[in-house]
């Protein structure tokens, strides 16, 4: 099966049907992932409708269960026919393809547009934060929102920050650029971070500083490509992945870690960046990308976290997100919360069936609800702890369902240790 976006393959229609085909025969001889997501019981409700074992799947029902595929991984994770494997499966990047094809033939909707392209929405809701801040809470304009770009009116959305990171970060850290011997590591800032959770580059930066670990956020970093890539805007995201390598690389040449503050996008450096920017730099980039828990994690492992806090945040209701699992990552944000002294964790590893931009738009906004319920339900039962997740957009649909917010692992570490003004909570 293809993946590979710069192969001619990759781009034909019919050899995508007989690798869809493929693949459903494979899953539905398996059908291990039965209860992952809305896609396999679709395409086994299908598989199931003809009562020829040897049928063609029609396209529009092959379209159907790549559209109901929001890129959570986790079948990805489970399965036994990953390549090396001789089935060379690999569902996720398969109903990439789909998507892939189909918007090269018909254009991206307008939805993918918008939804692709998080620098322009967030340098638009920046001219005027509170103004911005206000009409993602005002229902008529939601209404006009959801007919216009087909975002669900019920949709929490993240809020503008007042201050963008970067301006933050202009302000904080005198040395823009430092000699690189005078680097410890590099922070992959995020859209999100950048335009509406600041608040998690600056309790990064803190811990690190606080640990006598020099950290820089070069300027000049753009969108990882996810929310591109999952509209099927592979040259939007080719594009935003050169720029990221061609701006990371001499601190990757000079073996500097790479820290991500988002896990969506430390996975797409990490996984994708190989294959979609094909180069030595982009290969190293990706072995030098951690996620930010991962390296303190690893820091603490090593005794370089200090151990002292000032506070206890107490109970917490960790989520661990799909694609922090998906870099292999179980224990990491666990393990560092649990070094403050009083801290209890528990950590809820339910999919928040929101990845990357399905879960915002109007068609997949129930269904997403469904996905995330085992996950919300926890959340509420614990509505009396402290909400965690690192990933902030699974982190909005806890808020959707719950009105809880929850916060990153390093705002709770930066708050234990006194570093943001106030105690854990
Ligand atoms: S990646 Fe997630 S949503 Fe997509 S098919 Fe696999 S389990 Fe379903
Ligand atoms: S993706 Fe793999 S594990 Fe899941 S149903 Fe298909 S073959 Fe089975």
């Known amino acids: 099966m293809e993946y590979n976006p710069h192969r001619d393959q990759y781009w034909d229609e019919a050899a995508l049907s007989a690798d869809m085909q493929q693949a459903f025969d494979i899953c539905n001889g398996c059908r291990l992932c039965y209860n992952l997501c809305p896609s396999f019981p679709a395409l086994f409700q299908i598989v ?207 073996g500097k870690p790479i820290l991500a503050l988002q896990p969506t996008c430390a996975l797409l450096l990490k996984q994708d960046y190989p294959t979609l920017v094909e180069s030595e730099e982009a290969k190293l980039i990706a072995s030098k990308t951690k996620d930010v828990t991962e390296y303190l994690a690893e820091a603490m492992r090593r005794g370089k976290l200090k151990k002292e806090f000032q506070s206890s945040p107490g109970e917490v209701t960790y989520h661990l997100s799909c694609h922090t699992k998906a870099q292999g990552l179980k224990r990491a944000a666990k393990d560092l919360l649990e070094a403050i002294d009083g801290c209890d964790v528990e950590m809820v590893e339910r999919c928040a069936g929101i990845d990357g931009t399905w879960g915002l738009k109007a068609a997949y906004y129930d269904e997403s609800i469904k996905v995330s319920a085992k996950l919300t339900e926890r959340f509420q039962e614990r509505h009396a702890t402290h909400a965690c997740s690192d990933c902030a957009l699974a982190g909005l649909q806890i808020e959707t369902v719950t009105d809880k917010e929850p916060v990153h692992p390093v705002e709770i570490l930066a708050r234990s240790y006194g570093l943001l003004g106030g105690g854990a909570s």
């Open 48 to 254: 199931e409708s003809y009562d020829d074992d040897a049928a063609q799947v029609k396209p529009a029902e092959m379209d159907l269960v790549a559209d109901l595929c929001f890129q959570c991984k986790l079948c990805y994770m489970k399965c036994p026919y990953i390549p090396p494997h001789r089935f060379d499966l690999d569902f996720p990047r398969l109903m990439l393809r789909s998507k892939a094809i189909r918007a090269k033939k018909n254009g991206i909707s307008r939805t993918d547009r918008f939804l692709g392209n998080p620098e322009q929405v967030g340098k638009m809701g920046q001219l005027a934060p509170g103004i911005a801040n206000w009409s993602v809470r005002n229902t008529g304009l939601r209404r006009l929102m959801e007919r216009i770009y087909g975002i669900d009116h019920r949709r929490h959305l993240p809020r503008f920050a007042p201050v963008r990171f970067t301006d933050w970060v202009k302000r904080h850290q005198p040395a823009q650029t430092p000699p690189m011997d005078e680097v410890d590591v590099v922070l992959f800032s995020t859209c999100t971070v950048e335009y509406h959770e600041p608040g998690i580059g600056q309790a990064a930066l803190e811990v690190l500083r606080h640990n006598g670990i020099r950290a820089i956020v070069p300027p000049g970093q753009v969108c990882c490509g996810m929310p591109a890539l999952d509209g099927g805007d592979i040259d939007g995201a080719l594009a935003r992945a050169r720029s990221n390598v061609e701006l990371l690389a001499p601190y990757a040449r000079a």
